[in-house]
């Protein structure tokens, strides 16, 4: 009798599977546009956890077209973003290299909307002078001096560049749930226009915030990159979906029944082995926007609170779907960098806020 076919599971292509370096994802690649108005292609946001909607099937070639679907969603809490610079990129042959960046002064108040942790003083000053043992410094943006801005915007425009993008930072002290209180910085590109109309708009834009509605709107789609949830060091079986051996193996069954040939005399690469399972880099492709918050609107928590995260008190989204990571974790989005060619209305006739307790 022939051997049974049996396809491997786990793809090759996302090895290695290391942990990822931190828990907020890096965006190496941005898509390009022809676009003539200039406009931010990025931001970030805490995932709250999941719930489920009511929503209208727009699809006419659907079999459930007109109808009402229910469907999974995720909500991801987005308050504002702050600008802090502005940076460029030159093309050479070894890729882009940076050409310049031009950073708001936070001394002198360039950052309108902070909160108190970020005023002009310090909290080790205010320890300082009040006789106090100054605390460690913690949740505060680094200051940068780069001279004057004048001089370094003239600088820019001076070069010929690639890419420019904005240095942005997050507000978590916005965000209950999140313990940690320190801002996340992070590149976002500009996209649309030339060079100088970037520049101008980032210009512009320095030192202010940016909000959800100032990027996205509902019923486009985004790309979600965020890191998975860790599952610490597993074996084979879990890792890959080994078959288990025999029950006459006289050693294990929860292994591999060959490591290799003789010949070779080592182990390759490609042999399904234990390691680390989770806390990944992970995207999502095309992921669509159902609804953007608007203070007319009603709760999103439900009773109780999500689990593990609490209430969302801030601007937040709903994204139809599943997306990497547990909650409290930071998702990144970008535009899609493989946009579908048509993308239906979105029509929420309800959302659930019952308890996601299990009473």
Same mark, same amino acid.
């Given at each position: 009798?022939?051997d049974?076919?049996?396809?491997?599971?786990?793809?090759?292509?996302?090895?290695p599977?290391?942990?990822?370096?931190?828990?907020?994802?890096?965006?190496s690649?941005?898509?390009e546009?022809?676009?003539?108005?200039?406009?931010?292609?990025g931001f970030?946001?805490?995932?709250?956890g999941?719930?489920?909607?009511?929503m209208?099937?727009?699809?006419p070639?659907?079999?459930?077209?007109?109808?009402?679907?229910?469907q999974?969603?995720?909500?991801?809490?987005t308050?504002?973003?702050?600008?802090?610079?502005?940076?460029?990129?030159?093309?050479?042959?070894?890729?882009?290299?940076?050409?310049?960046?031009?950073?708001?002064?936070?001394s002198?108040?360039?950052?309108?909307?902070?909160?108190?942790r970020f005023?002009?003083?310090?909290?080790?000053?205010?320890?300082?002078?009040?006789?106090?043992?100054?605390?460690?410094r913690?949740g505060r943006?680094?200051?940068?001096?780069n001279?004057?801005?004048?001089?370094?915007i003239?600088?820019?425009?001076?070069?010929?560049?690639?890419?420019?993008?904005?240095i942005?930072?997050?507000?978590?002290?916005?965000?209950?749930?999140i313990?940690?209180?320190?801002?996340?910085?992070?590149?976002v590109?500009l996209?649309g226009?030339g060079t100088?109309?970037?520049?101008?708009?980032?210009?512009?834009? #320095?030192?202010?915030?940016? *909000?959800l509605?100032?990027?996205?709107?509902v019923?486009? %789609? $985004?790309? !979600?990159v965020g @890191?998975?949830?860790?599952?610490?060091?597993?074996?084979?079986?879990k890792?890959f979906?080994?078959?288990?051996?025999?029950?006459?193996?006289?050693?294990r069954?929860?292994?591999?029944?060959?490591?290799?040939d003789?010949g070779?005399?080592?182990?390759?690469?490609?042999i399904?082995q234990?390691?680390q399972?989770?806390y990944?880099?992970?995207t999502?492709?095309?992921?669509?926007?159902?609804?953007?918050?608007n203070p007319?609107?009603?709760?999103i928590?439900?009773a109780?609170g999500?689990?593990?995260?609490?209430?969302?008190?801030?601007?937040?989204?709903?994204?139809?779907?599943?997306?990497?990571?547990?909650?409290?974790? #930071?998702?990144?989005?970008? *535009?899609?960098?493989?946009?579908?060619?048509?993308?239906? %209305? $979105?029509? !929420?006739?309800? @959302?659930?806020t019952?308890?996601k307790?299990?009473v």
């Open positions: 009798m022939a049974r076919h049996r396809p491997r599971r786990g793809s090759m292509g996302y090895s599977r290391k942990r990822a370096v931190r828990q907020f994802p890096r965006i690649s941005w898509p546009s022809d676009a003539s108005e200039v406009r931010v292609q970030a946001g805490w995932k709250a999941m719930t489920h909607i009511l209208r099937d727009t699809n070639h659907s079999t459930s077209a007109g109808q009402e679907v229910r999974a969603v995720t909500v991801v809490e308050p504002p973003m702050n600008v802090l610079a502005v940076r460029g990129y030159r093309m050479t042959p070894y890729g882009l290299q940076t050409a310049g960046e031009v950073w708001t002064d936070i002198q108040g360039g950052l309108e909307n902070l909160a108190p005023a002009n003083q310090t909290r080790g000053e205010r320890d300082i002078e009040e006789g106090r043992k100054p605390a460690k913690g943006i680094p200051s940068r001096s001279g004057s801005q004048e001089a370094s003239e600088s820019l425009r001076g070069q010929d560049l690639s890419e420019v993008r904005l942005v930072s997050t507000q978590p002290n916005m965000v209950g749930s313990p940690s209180k320190t801002p996340e910085i992070m590149e590109d996209v226009g100088d109309a970037k520049l101008d708009w980032a210009m512009e834009h #320095l030192g202010a915030q940016i *909000d509605d100032d990027v996205y709107q019923g486009q %789609e $985004v790309d !979600v @890191v998975t949830k860790g599952k610490g060091w597993q074996g084979s079986i890792r979906g080994l078959k288990l051996l025999s029950h006459k193996n006289s050693k069954r929860r292994q591999g029944g060959n490591m290799g003789f070779t005399g080592y182990v390759r690469k490609t399904r234990a390691g399972v989770g990944h880099k992970r999502e492709l095309n992921k669509r926007i159902l609804r953007i918050s007319d609107e009603s709760e928590t439900p109780g999500f689990l593990n995260y609490g209430e969302v008190r801030n601007p937040y989204m709903i994204v139809q779907g599943s997306l990497p990571g547990p909650a409290k974790r #930071l998702l990144r989005f970008r *535009d899609p960098i493989r946009p579908r060619k048509k993308v239906g %209305e $979105v029509e !929420v006739t309800y @959302v659930s019952s308890s307790q299990g």
